[in-house]
């Protein structure tokens, strides 16, 4: 299930949630949100010690796939909150927080 963008904003903004995209480096590259931070999914299990575990944690792709798998390996690692924002482009359908 994925989080609605407004409430994806909100949790940036009120609560300082990390935004992190799963998709490939160059993916991320074509077409990135400034605030994201790039772990690729092939990645992440090594990258995510870059993460804060005491703050919420965001996670999109290009579909919401990759980034659902995301989503199960950080709450598997001891992440408490973590959200699945799905696709992208959903950060850019709703107004900014």
């Given at each position: 299930m994925f989080i609605a963008c407004e409430e994806a904003k909100q949790l940036v903004k009120n609560k300082n949630a990390q935004l992190v995209d799963v998709r490939t480096p160059e993916e991320y590259e074509a077409s990135k949100i400034p605030e994201a931070t790039n772990l690729p999914l092939q990645e992440l299990d090594r990258l995510a010690a870059q993460l804060d575990k005491s703050r919420p944690v965001v996670v999109f792709c290009r579909s919401g796939q990759r980034s659902q798998m995301a989503m199960q390996m950080l709450l598997s690692m001891g992440f408490a909150e973590?959200?699945?924002?799905?696709?992208?482009?959903?950060?850019?359908q709703c107004p900014d927080a």
């Open positions: 973590v959200y699945n924002l799905g696709p992208y482009m959903a950060w850019h």
